[in-house]
């Protein structure tokens, strides 16, 4: 009995101790969660503010055809179909997976189950179908490009299926943007200029159109949930003040910035400058109007001889550096498909800098008729067109009547197409189709380019769109349809603290889920 007792006491002792260390365990773990909770710049209740220089007027992306809407919105507050990574492929998004039929006519989605609104609501297959057919009656911006669909069905919960009268190869594509955000289909009376009703990883806690715009994380998430806690746009219109507010610490970081504004704040103690790709596509456009200059072909192709794109490219602040056919051609384009687009291929060796070949091909021309042509730009683009001018103008004629006109103005010039060229911008992918509409401000008619291009939207499969795209982008450029000079490059800039931020495609849109402060 006594050797009974003695084990007891030992038990008792141990339970004791065995709770004492659990106890102990317990007060050391809370106290690290509440250091880590609340300890300021900790990643559990981190805030960070970013600097932008465009703030949407309406939260409501369907009305608002804005880029800013887009890009503040689209992965943070609003989940889509489908999503695109920094390379701009295409991802899993509301959709894990998805199929087109052999013949391109029928793609069924598979969406995840368990997700919600930040409302509390379920998002499942009906709201999908609701979201796509309120695109269609609404005539959402850039609607046309679903193609045209013939029905949208969701047999079950967790099954879309989309049915087209024709088939349409970027219609995933499309689903990745402001087209294929699913919205909540018993919330449609909600007033989504000023609020917002999404599944993504924040809410919106705050908007003051043109301002700020304030975004929580939402602890509901069915995903990963976002590092930071909050996160706040504010817009700055002066690019000087935006700087002072990277250094002075009242900004976390500014994203996207001009490449002046990285270059000034670049090496500052305290900051990082970081760059990304774009398909932001800078282009010598060509009026190919049958009253222009540029209606002749010798004409577009001696323009092209004469421009010295890789020279411009590699004196562009801005111009992303890309593999070329020519060494000294880092940054040049060569035609209407950037780097992050489907079809793309290096087209700089097409027109390679040659004044001789140029002047031979201008001399074909009678003086009476190669005199003056009308170079008009926005102020943006001033110093790179005073850049073409001098080029041009280092043959005998023609000579170039630079203006630099007001937005206004500008708009109203090439609407009226009272001009031959004009440097100006095309930010999109599969955006080159433009240049098979005889109606587009380019007026470029060309029957087998148009034959070329619909024959890449009548592809049933990605592989058949991207070698179609890639002939048609060849043929376009070969016929010298405009003069494509470089892609684009972004600029982030912000505090060496904050990580997980995108730096790529950042002009369109900017997923922030992983952003948070040291």
């Known amino acids: 009995m006594q050797h009974s007792k003695r084990d007891n006491t030992w038990s008792k002792w141990g339970i004791f101790l065995g709770v004492a260390v659990a106890l102990g365990a317990l007060v050391v773990v809370g106290w690290t969660f509440m250091q880590n909770r609340f300890q300021p710049g900790s990643s559990l209740d981190a805030d960070v503010t970013i600097g932008i220089d465009d703030m949407p007027q309406s939260l409501d992306i369907r009305s608002d055809s804005s880029a ?5 919105l689209v992965d943070n507050v609003y989940e889509t179909l489908v999503t695109v990574d920094q390379d701009n492929k295409l991802q899993p998004g509301l959709a894990t997976s998805w199929k087109t039929s052999d013949d391109g006519l029928t793609v069924t989605l598979t969406l995840q189950s368990g997700v919600t609104f930040s409302n509390g609501h379920t998002l499942d297959a009906s709201d999908a179908v609701w979201s796509l057919q309120q695109n269609v009656t ?36 499309a689903l990745s943007g402001r087209l294929g955000i699913v919205y909540d289909s018993e919330s ?22 043109g301002h700020s715009l304030k975004l929580a994380r939402s602890d509901t998430y069915h995903g ?27 900004l976390d970081m500014a994203a996207p910035v001009s490449a002046s504004t990285a270059t000034g704040l670049n090496g500052k103690d305290g900051l990082t400058v970081k760059e990304g790709a774009t398909t932001d596509k800078v282009l010598l456009a060509y009026n190919n109007g049958t009253d222009s200059l540029l209606s002749d072909e010798q004409a577009r192709k001696a323009f092209r001889y004469q421009i010295d794109a890789a020279g411009i490219a590699s004196a562009q602040p801005d111009a992303a550096g890309i593999a070329s056919a020519q060494p000294d051609a880092a ?10 687009e489907p079809g793309y291929e290096d087209l700089t060796g097409l027109y390679p800098h040659d004044e001789n070949q140029a002047g031979q091909m201008f001399s074909y021309f009678g003086a009476q008729y190669l005199t003056t042509v009308n170079l008009v730009v926005p102020e943006e683009y001033r110093s790179l067109a005073e850049t073409i001018k001098q080029q041009i103008e280092r043959q005998p004629r023609p000579t170039v009547n630079l203006e630099v006109l007001s937005d206004e103005d500008y708009a109203k010039r090439i609407k009226d197409g009272k001009w031959e060229l004009t440097v100006m911008s095309m930010d999109g992918t599969d955006d080159a189709g433009i240049f098979a509409d005889p109606d587009s401000m380019f007026h470029y008619d060309h029957t087998e380019a148009q034959q070329a291009y619909a024959d890449a ?6 592989a058949d769109y991207e070698a179609r795209m890639k002939a048609y982008a060849r043929l376009i450029s070969e016929d010298a ?11 982030t800039v912000a505090s060496t603290k904050v990580s997980g931020y995108p730096t790529s495609m950042i002009n369109r849109r900017m997923p922030l889920a992983g952003l948070t402060v040291k």
């Open 68 to 72: 800013a809407a887009e890009r503040l």
């Open 481 to 491: 349809a405009s003069d494509w000079l470089y892609t684009r490059k972004c600029f």
């Open 457 to 462: 939207r009548a592809a049933t499969n990605d």
């Open 224 to 250: 990963t949930k976002a590092a930071s806690n909050v996160v706040e746009f504010m817009q700055y219109s002066d690019a000087d003040a935006l700087s002072k507010a990277l250094t002075d610490g009242s």
């Open 331 to 340: 940054g040049a384009l060569g035609g209407p498909i950037s780097l992050l």
């Open 188 to 209: 449609s009376s909600a007033d989504y200029q000023r609020k917002a009703i999404g599944s993504g990883p924040f809410t919106v806690a705050d908007f003051q159109p």
């Open 138 to 173: 609404n005539k959402v911006a850039d609607v046309d490009e679903l193609g045209d669909l013939a029905s949208v069905a969701n047999p079950n919960a967790t099954t879309v299926v989309i049915t087209l009268a024709k088939p349409n190869p970027t219609l995933l594509r």
